[in-house]
């Protein structure tokens, strides 16, 4: 389904996974609407209680996401891009601070904002015909929505400048190699792929995963001698919760524990 609230975005939910496909023929660049409306989105599934994961993926077989549309910035508008910027960053962060599992489907091109949605996504999948760059810089620009960042958190430094500074484009053999995704898959099944590793999340405690994704993120920020003490006081919070009572009594029982999210 789409509505109006999600411009250039469908949303779908199987069980306890939204999958979220990128829809704006024929490249699914982004605009400034689907930007605020794929914030919208990531905040309205985060209160629903039943996603513990959402997959996003590009529509057909060709585009996972080309990024922004160039024609935005070729009179030189500063406030526009300003704008641009603005919306870019609101919309990756929050798919970035999703409180579940977020995976991305790659199944064709990811170029600029195309490759950074996918690099906010905390999982990546990639199919065997798509190709990866930050094209940015060879039009005079740079990645904004997170690119230098989450790129060399992921790849480390120096894939990072070849991609970004050189300007190099990554090919799927590639990607897996240097850690840009974490499963390849045959062209036209990198949905199906993603949707696997997607329903894996469910057997695990949506309470659980929330707090150790955080603690994850974190170490980005903080080094151990910080984020150490806050891992044993999130772990002493979850005593706090319904799925930690369940999740001990299930597997005591020997029985598939019956998760509340709370």
Same mark, same amino acid.
């Given at each position: 389904?789409?509505?109006?609230?999600?411009?250039?975005?469908?949303?779908?939910?199987?069980?306890?996974?939204?999958?979220?496909?990128?829809?704006?023929?024929?490249?699914?660049?982004?605009?400034?609407?689907?930007?605020?409306?794929?914030?919208?989105?990531?905040?309205?599934?985060?209160?629903?209680?039943?996603?513990?994961?959402?997959?996003?993926?590009?529509?057909?077989?060709?585009?996972?996401?080309?990024?922004?549309?160039?024609?935005?910035?070729?009179?030189?508008?500063?406030?526009?891009? +300003?704008?641009? *910027?603005? %919306?870019? &960053?609101?919309?990756? /962060?929050?798919?970035?601070?999703?409180? #579940?599992?977020?995976? $991305?489907?790659?199944?064709?091109?990811?170029?600029?904002?195309?490759?950074?949605?996918?690099?906010?996504?905390?999982?990546?999948?990639?199919?065997?015909?798509?190709?990866?760059?930050?094209?940015?810089?060879?039009?005079?620009?740079?990645?904004?929505?997170?690119?230098?960042?989450?790129?060399?958190?992921?790849?480390?430094?120096?894939?990072?400048?070849?991609?970004?500074?050189?300007?190099?484009?990554?090919? +799927?053999?590639? *990607?897996? %190699?240097? &850690?840009?995704?974490? /499963?390849?898959?045959?062209?036209?099944? #990198?949905?199906?792929? $993603?949707?696997?590793?997607?329903?894996?999340?469910?057997?695990?405690?949506?309470?659980?995963?929330?707090?150790?994704?955080?603690?994850?993120?974190?170490?980005?920020?903080?080094?151990?001698?910080?984020?150490?003490?806050?891992?044993?006081?999130?772990?002493?919070?979850?005593?706090?919760?319904?799925?930690?009572?369940?999740?001990?009594?299930?597997?005591?029982?020997?029985?598939?524990?019956?998760?509340?999210?709370?």
């Amino acid at each position: 389904m789409t509505t109006q609230d999600y411009p250039g975005l469908l949303l779908e939910k199987r069980g306890h996974t939204a999958l979220i496909t990128l829809h704006n023929p024929p490249a699914h660049t982004w605009t400034a609407e689907s930007l605020t409306g794929l914030a919208r989105l990531v905040r309205d599934l985060d209160a629903d209680r039943d996603i513990y994961a959402l997959v996003v993926t590009g529509d057909g077989e060709k585009f996972f996401s080309a990024g922004a549309d160039l024609k935005l910035f070729a009179d030189g508008d500063k406030g526009r891009a +300003a704008t641009m *910027a603005q %919306r870019f &960053g609101e919309a990756f /962060e929050t798919l970035a601070a999703f409180r #579940g599992v977020s995976i $991305a489907a790659i199944n064709g091109y990811a170029m600029g904002g195309g490759l950074e949605c996918a690099l906010a996504c905390d999982l990546r999948v990639v199919e065997s015909h798509a190709q990866l760059a930050l094209p940015e810089a060879s039009v005079g620009l740079l990645p904004c929505a997170g690119g230098t960042q989450w790129l060399s958190w992921t790849i480390g430094e120096s894939w990072a400048k070849r991609m970004v500074l050189l300007g190099e484009r990554v090919d +799927a053999a590639t *990607a897996l %190699r240097i &850690g840009l995704t974490d /499963e390849l898959a045959e062209k036209g099944q #990198g949905l199906a792929t $993603a949707l696997a590793l997607a329903d894996k999340v469910a057997k695990q405690s949506p309470s659980a995963v929330r707090a150790c994704k955080r603690l994850i993120q974190g170490a980005r920020y903080a080094g151990p001698h910080g984020q150490l003490p806050s891992e044993r006081e999130a772990f002493v919070a979850l005593f706090d919760t319904e799925d930690q009572r369940e999740g001990v009594g299930a597997f005591l029982s020997k029985r598939a524990p019956q998760w509340k999210n709370g």
